[in-house]
């Protein structure tokens, strides 16, 4: 089965990254599928792709992840509407729930208590907005359409997009890691964005995966990078890794750290957390085994990762969504 290649561009640390309109640009000509953009609690998704549809031509544009918490459903629908019309029908929406650090911390809200029925309500009524068959209407638990709480008004009314969507059937996918989560990405969602996915480790999916419909995305993050020395290029692996299991969310409510111990890395999971938490992070990063860095990755010499890639190929997985700012590893990829 051939692979559909993507790249990951991420969102911006510190300040804008100068390189990845040319990287988007060197996808494109390599005949990369698609490039995606993310967003934490710094840069939002959706400008840089913006600013990236405007200098291509060919390449579908996604968000790997645009968060919930950070705009309403509609809100959300018009800038995915909006850029579509823009590119000329080349937009993939990506969404993720986040966690409650970031949700609460970043973005001011409660974390939902049923992190499923949220989902739902949410895909459903960008579903809405975009078919544009009648006003948007939703008696939701966490999304009300129009609203009809105690506080408000009152004078809302059902409203349909003055725009009309370029398509809709816009694609939509979603970052979801538990296993009730995923189960239901498959029912209401065009495709899934996994975290972490191995291609060693698929029965980890696979009941989740089972009622998956034809055409069904499986689109996973993939660091990639060609180097000489496998254990020098996993460093930076190892480093997100640390950053995720141990910094990004709680030491109690993690997902990022409850998928990697149902991967079978439990006693690795805690002594990460362990070290971050006591301000060691270092060793934190250290402590992330090397075989699950590799697992999730394709590092090191071109030969190596071409084999490697094969395992990729075997597997349920439809799309690579590369990760790298090195041009080479985009073009060693490209060839195999």
């Known amino acids: 089965m051939s692979l559909r290649l993507g790249l990951a561009l991420g969102y911006w640390t510190r300040s804008p990254n100068p390189h990845h309109l040319d990287l988007a640009r060197q996808a494109e000509d390599l005949g990369y599928d698609s490039v995606w953009t993310s967003e934490a609690w710094g840069s939002d998704a959706f400008t840089t792709l913006t600013w990236i549809a405007a200098h291509t031509r060919r390449i579908r544009l ?19 509407l909006t850029l579509d019309h ?27 208590k049923s992190p499923l029925t949220a989902t739902r309500e949410y895909v459903d009524v960008i579903r809405q907005v975009l078919r544009r068959e009648a006003p948007v209407e939703l008696d939701g638990r966490f999304h009300t359409h129009p609203y ?30 538990g296993p009730k989560n995923v189960a239901q990405t498959t029912r209401i969602a065009d ?3 996994p975290l972490y996915w191995s291609p060693y480790r698929t029965d980890v999916y696979a009941a989740d995966l089972s009622a998956a419909p034809p055409g069904f995305v499986i689109a996973p993050l993939v660091r990639a ?18 950053f995720y299991i141990g910094g990004m969310g709680h030491a109690t409510r993690n997902f990022h750290a409850d998928l990697m111990a149902r991967m079978g890395f439990e006693p690795a999971v805690r002594d990460i957390q362990r070290l971050f938490a006591e301000g060691r992070r270092e060793e934190a990063v250290r402590a992330v085994p090397d075989e699950f860095a590799d697992e999730i990755s394709l590092v090191g010499p071109k030969e190596r990762i071409a ?16 990760t790298t700012q090195d041009p080479q590893t985009l073009r060693v990829l490209a060839e195999a």
Request: aromatic share 4%.
């Open 148 to 177: 009809r709480g105690a506080d408000g008004t009152g004078l809302g009314k059902p409203l349909k997009p003055i725009t009309h969507p370029l398509r809709a059937g816009l694609p939509i996918l979603l970052g979801a890691e």
């Open 307 to 322: 084999e490697r890639l094969e395992l990729w190929r075997a597997g349920p997985v439809t799309d690579l969504l590369v």
């Open 225 to 242: 990078q060609v180097c000489d020395d496998p254990a020098e290029g996993l460093l930076p692996v190892k480093a997100m890794l640390g």
């Open 62 to 80: 996604g968000t790997a992840i645009a968060q919930m918490a950070a705009r309403t459903p509609t809100a959300t629908a018009m800038h995915a």
């Open 86 to 112: 823009l590119s000329g029908g080349r937009m993939m929406l990506g969404l993720g729930l986040s966690g409650p650090q970031v949700v609460e911390g970043w973005y001011g809200r409660p974390f939902p």
């Open 191 to 193: 495709g899934w964005l």
